[in-house]
C-alpha cells in the first residue's frame, strides 16, 4: 500500500506544479496578452486542477485506509498484549502529568 500511496503523492505534487505554472503563465497573459490568450490558457488550467483535485482523493484514500489498518493492528495488539498496553498508557500518562505538573509549577 505504501507504493500506492507513493505514487499518488508523486502524481500530486506534479499536477499542483503544473497547475502553478499554467496559472502564473495565465497571469503574465493577463498583463501583456490579449483576452484570447488568456481565454486559451483556462482550459488547460481546469484539466490541471481536476487531475490535482484527483490525486488529492487518491491519497486522501490511501492516507483512510493506512490509518484504519494502524488503529487495527493497536486494536489487536490491545487485545493480545492487554498488560503492557495498560503499562505504556500508565507511563504516557505519568509523563503527561509530571510536564503539566511541571508547567504550573513554575507560575
Keep these: 500500500m505504501g507504493t500506492t500511496f507513493d505514487v ?61 489498518e494502524s488503529a487495527r493492528q493497536v486494536d489487536v495488539y490491545a487485545h493480545e498484549h492487554p498488560w503492557q498496553t495498560a503499562g505504556v498508557a500508565a507511563g504516557i500518562g505519568a509523563a503527561v502529568g509530571a510536564v503539566v505538573a511541571l508547567l504550573f509549577s513554575r507560575r
Design 8 to 68: 499518488a503523492r508523486e502524481r500530486l505534487v506534479s499536477d499542483v506544479r503544473s497547475v502553478l505554472t499554467d496559472t502564473e503563465e495565465i497571469v503574465q497573459a493577463a498583463t501583456s496578452e490579449s483576452k484570447e490568450k488568456v481565454a486559451s490558457l483556462r482550459p488547460r488550467v481546469d484539466v490541471s486542477l481536476q487531475r490535482a483535485r484527483t490525486r488529492l482523493r487518491e491519497i486522501e484514500s490511501a492516507v483512510e485506509a493506512r490509518a484504519r
